[in-house]
């Protein structure tokens, strides 16, 4: 079936070729490059009021025109599509005796220059076929808006055709290792360098290419049949080289009869090849250097007799802050980060041996003391990933219910992503380990958490529709989680933060709320998500409920996390509401668009926290039960997959009746639990996402944190004696003086938030009591009342209009 959209385009083109001939009864396209062959396709409606004939030979139009003509004066139109060159003339001749009418020309330019005005091909394109083109439509026009020029030049058109063709893009290349990476990625997906439904010389494309960044001598080497020997050459020199050993005596002894083959070649050139393959693709680096490695040993070449011993190096150098940085770094160069299946120099007890001797360093300077912390993490996280990778089947063959999954998620896995992303961007400070290489220390974590993702997502999936029908059994889904809190009785306030998943709270948020744990009592839980784990599904089940059933007594704030909105959440709590929902949205609104590490992103949340969440904790009434909870969490997107014939396709779940890869079926929606996002067509891709089953979007922390226990104010009387306790700053101070109710509440309220101003004071009033009355006399007398008592007193300052109140001793 043609594509949709590469139809909707031909039916748009025919428009365009319409108005050049408004006046005209028949329009005759010349086709010689069968952009038309789908023209059937093409709905009738695209087309009125003419009707398309395609005209194969001369004696089919006769007989046609014959047909047709005697609608031409009774305000009929016709198109004629003519695909052979030799009956145009005849078919021109004939036609403007009878009507007049001239033949238009049909080409590949035109039909896509009509698509995005602004931007214009080169002619080159009207080498190819209009078949060629209709089978990379889509991918075509993608390649072509990355080029922010009007005119595409030859050059251009070859790297977008070619692009096209094997959907990978070869607009970005610059060099020749450039040029060897793409056509050996072409291999790894293809195993030739033609694909079977494309009609086109690709050798001799690819060879332009390549032309292009001074690699044309390995076009000529794939035209030759001879890249795979070329392949092999590259990395038998480079391992010689490394180790000294590179000579056409040993190139001959490892390579046999072909090395005749290439002995033209520059043997050092190709060295300086792969150290530039290395910079741009350390994986496929490691990989061909295993293999040559491999073909050497088989030779009997000893290639590390005259290996340098970086551990004993470190051992005799402790004393040389410089020698200890060189030691850690060859170590590391040789130490098997990625788990590849190849031999390294050094194992992983050897880099603890190296730990040992830097921890015990005698002096501490800042790149020792960097490097020792960079290592113990480093090892650490080592530790967990041997065991995670070593364990695995034991470990999930143990769990037989949400408990115990819970258990080794918060314990084993939450935090490995986090922990790489603070050794990458805040402990590498020295830049021990190249980005290549951290990119395939993440690879590696993730194949491994993987496999955790998708027999927890299982797992989920076998009992989802049960929890939900059963809200209060384990686990505590969203929906649940206000029959565990007294929402109809007490005062209770909702802390819900957009976007938190668990290693958010405990790296970012909890550690704010330590001095309310350690004054209240807390229970610590955790909830799960509504699937698709999305804000419009599983936030709304936290208080949907609640806000039908008391919406009078309901206070509902959604808060943006910036200094001039501070007071927003000071006014809110001051109405003094029974149930009070405040929504920070700052994970998932950053989330979204950020292109950081995880530690990186999440360093930010802080700095925006100082700004936000003091503030909140100092605001909150001692009184209440405070709830904090998360609606999703989100999922870091490291590949995606294109997604065609779905009714709606999101970046982490997918509505369609066929199969979708790494996915579980929660009612229509195919979630995905790994580390794979979905799409359909072109658009940006988040880095951050949500909306799948993945733990560390569905697993969300719950904290219940109960009203104080102590009272914070008792009033008696006896005679002329009054007594009134009151909370300052977590300290308690007894008051010798009667107090009306106002100023009770207004005392109370000063010793939780330090300081009120007096639009505070009359709107907290007026929302208690009704009314606010004097506010400025109120305080004097106040004032009056707390010197004499002599423990407090207030501190009276005015900022502009405002009279600004803070209790002081």
């Known amino acids: 079936m043609t594509n949709e959209i590469y139809i909707h385009y031909l039916a748009k083109y025919i428009e365009l070729k319409k108005d050049t001939a408004p006046m005209h009864p028949i329009i005759i396209l010349r086709d010689n490059n069968g952009l038309f062959t789908n023209i059937e396709d093409i709905e ?34 016709y198109i004629f599509i003519v695909n052979n060159p030799s009956i145009i003339n005849k078919i021109r001749d004939f036609t403007i005796r009878s009507c007049g009418e001239a033949i238009h020309e049909v080409n590949l330019r035109d039909f896509l220059n009509q698509i995005e005005q602004g931007l214009n091909w080169h002619e080159r394109i009207n080498d190819f076929s209009a078949k060629e083109i209709e089978k990379v439509f889509e991918r075509l026009l993608m390649y072509r808006k990355a080029i922010p020029k009007k005119n595409i030049n030859r050059e251009e058109t070859d790297l977008i055709l070619l692009s096209a063709i094997y959907d990978m ?5 610059s060099d020749l290792a450039d040029c060897y990476i793409y056509y050996q990625n072409i291999l790894d997906v293809y195993s030739t360098n033609k694909p079977l439904d494309i009609e086109i010389n690709l050798q001799e494309l690819i060879t332009k290419v390549f032309r292009y960044h001074n690699a044309e001598f390995v076009g000529d080497i794939i035209g030759k049949g001879l890249f795979e020997l070329f392949d092999k050459t590259i990395w038998i020199s480079l391992v010689l080289k490394q180790f000294n050993q590179l000579t056409d005596d040993n190139l001959q002894k490892i390579m046999g009869n072909d090395y005749k083959e290439l002995k033209d070649l520059d043997y050092f050139e190709l060295v300086t090849l792969a150290e530039r393959i290395e910079r741009k693709d350390k994986k496929l680096y490691l990989q061909k250097r295993d293999q040559a490695e491999k073909l050497i040993r088989k030779s009997n070449i000893s290639l590390y007799q005259k290996a340098e011993d970086y551990v004993l190096f470190v051992r005799e150098n402790q004393d040389s802050p410089s020698s200890i940085i060189t030691g850690i770094r060859n170590v590391l160069k040789d130490f098997n980060l990625e788990g590849a299946k190849r031999l390294y120099r050094y194992s992983f007890e050897d880099l603890k041996e190296v730990f040992s001797i830097v921890e015990g360093v005698p002096y501490q300077i800042n790149s020792v003391q960097n490097a020792q912390r960079f290592l113990k993490s480093l090892i650490s996280w080592f530790d967990n990933i041997f065991d995670l990778e070593g364990n695995s089947i034991n470990l999930i063959n143990s769990i037989s219910d949400y408990n115990q999954w819970l258990q080794l998620i918060t314990e084993k896995l939450y935090d490995l992503e986090y922990e790489l992303s603070e050794i990458r961007y805040s402990l590498d400070s020295e830049s021990f380990i190249e980005s290549k290489r951290y990119e395939a220390l993440e690879v590696r974590m993730n194949n491994i958490l993987n496999v955790f993702r998708k027999s927890f997502a299982k797992f989920v999936e076998d009992h989802y529709k049960h929890w939900v029908e059963h809200g209060s059994e384990q686990p505590i889904l969203n929906h649940s989680i206000s029959n565990f809190i007294p929402v109809k009785t007490g005062k209770v306030v909702y802390v819900i933060f957009d976007g938190m998943r668990y290693d958010a709270w405990r790296k970012v948020v909890e550690p704010y ?5 350690r004054e209240r009592e807390v229970s610590y839980g955790h909830s799960l998500a509504m699937l698709p784990s999305i804000t419009s599904l599983s936030r709304e089940a936290i208080y949907k409920d609640i806000r039908s059933t008391y919406s009078s007594e309901i206070n509902y704030i959604t808060k943006s996390e910036s200094e001039a909105r501070k007071q927003e959440v000071k006014d809110s709590l001051l109405m003094d509401k029974r149930i009070n929902i405040l929504i920070f949205n700052m994970f998932d609104r950053e989330g979204h668009t950020s292109t950081q590490g995880l530690s990186v992103f999440y360093k930010r949340q802080k700095e925006v926290f100082e700004a936000s969440i003091r503030e909140l904790i100092n605001t909150l009434p001692h009184d209440a039960h405070i709830v904090i909870a998360s609606d999703h969490g989100f999922s870091k997107i490291n590949h995606y997959i294109k997604i065609d014939d779905a009714s709606q396709v999101k970046s982490r779940y997918v509505v369609s009746r066929n199969k979708v890869p790494d996915s579980i079926q929660i009612g229509d929606y195919k979630l995905s639990y790994t580390d794979k996002g979905y799409y359909h067509g072109g658009g940006e891709r988040d880095l951050y996402s949500h909306g799948g089953a993945s733990f560390e979007e569905i697993v ?11 009272v914070q104010n008792t009033i008696g009387s006896t005679g002329k004696n009054y007594s009134f306790k009151l909370n300052v700053r977590d300290s308690e101070v007894n008051l010798s003086l009667s107090l009306n109710k106002k100023e009770k509440v ?8 330090n300081q009120l101003t007096t639009r505070d004071i009359e709107s907290m009033l007026i929302n208690k009591f009704g009314e606010a009355g004097m506010v400025d006399g109120m305080m004097k007398r106040l004032n009056r009342k707390l010197v004499k008592s002599g423990e407090l007193k207030l501190d009276i300052s005015s900022a502009g209009e405002i009279i600004v109140y803070k209790l002081i001793r």
């Not at 893009?169 to 290349?173: F, R, S």
């Not at 969300?700 to 102590?710: A, N, T, V």
């Open 700 to 710: 969300l922390p719950f904290i219940h944190i109960k009203p104080k226990r102590s």
């Open 169 to 173: 893009d070869a607009t970005k290349l």
């Open 746 to 753: 207004i005392l109370e309220t000063l010793g939780r938030t």
């Open 44 to 77: 009738i409606a695209l087309l009125y009021p003419h009707t398309v004939y395609k005209i194969e030979d001369h004696h089919a139009f006769r007989k046609r025109f014959e047909h047709v003509k005697q609608g031409i004066g009774n305000e009929q139109y």
């Open 513 to 517: 709320f330590k001095s309310l744990f």
